[in-house]
């Protein structure tokens, strides 16, 4: 059965500061697929990265920055130079791509990240 | 625009009740599924419906839930006699056809149950 762990329940930060909330994933699968959503406190799933199981390359965009490693079946989230605005639950989530299936997403806990002023 | 609109926003109802949760995509799409969020948990998957059929449950799915998609728009999912344990946010998603693709949540409804 396929699992995330997200360790860390709460993180606070000051503004500017990085962060990187923690992400681990257990399948028994060779391909499949991992996500993070973010989920302000207005309630809705953001959507903000997918990376597939055959891609281990690191990706940034802006702030946000994404390190992949199989070999330690992690998918780790840093945001540089953290804002207010990133104050939110960040979820990562692990669907996995058997023949048929209906790609159903296993959520991890939520870390909240509260970035102080 | 959301990818997916659900109605309502927020339901009140009594223990007992019968309720439907709509969702409407935005696109045509083969897949599609219902989540639920207990306040302060994880996401949890409850079912996924791919032309036009159950594909899979969780055990949370027991008889008094059931989906459909009516008029091959809207897709519904209705709680039959509502528990109190069955407030909760709930989520529809949908999906492209390609494996892996992303899902695409809906705002939510959040149910309460007295």
């Known amino acids: 059965a396929q699992k995330v762990t997200q360790a860390q329940t709460e993180i606070s930060v000051v503004e500017k500061e990085d962060v990187t909330l923690d992400c681990v994933y257990e399948t028994r699968d060779t391909t499949y697929y991992l996500f993070w959503y973010k989920q302000p406190p207005s309630g809705e799933l953001v959507f903000l990265i997918r990376r597939n199981s055959f891609d281990e390359q690191n990706e940034i965009s802006g702030r946000y920055s994404w390190n992949f490693q199989k070999s330690t079946s992690s998918f780790n989230f840093t945001i540089t130079a953290s804002q207010v605005v990133d104050s939110a639950v960040y979820f990562c989530?692990?669907?996995?791509?058997?023949?048929?299936?209906?790609?159903?997403?296993?959520f991890g806990k939520g870390t909240l990240l509260t970035v102080n002023p | 625009e959301p990818e997916v609109t659900q109605t309502p926003s927020h339901q009140v109802t009594q223990m007992g009740q019968e309720v439907i949760l709509r969702c409407v995509p935005i696109s045509n799409h083969l897949y599609f599924y219902w989540y639920r969020q207990i306040l302060g948990q994880k996401v949890e998957f409850l079912v996924s419906?791919?032309?036009?059929?159950?594909?899979?449950k969780s055990e949370i799915f027991d008889d008094q839930f059931s989906v459909e998609r009516p008029d091959g728009s809207n897709f519904t999912l209705k709680i039959r006699s509502t528990k109190l344990e069955d407030s909760a946010m709930y989520f529809c998603a949908r999906k492209g056809t390609p494996a892996g693709d992303t899902q695409y949540f809906g705002p939510g409804t959040r149910l309460t149950v007295l």
């Open positions: 989530a692990l669907s996995e791509a058997r023949g048929g299936s209906n790609y159903k997403l296993t």
């Open positions: 419906f791919y032309n036009n059929e159950i594909s899979e």
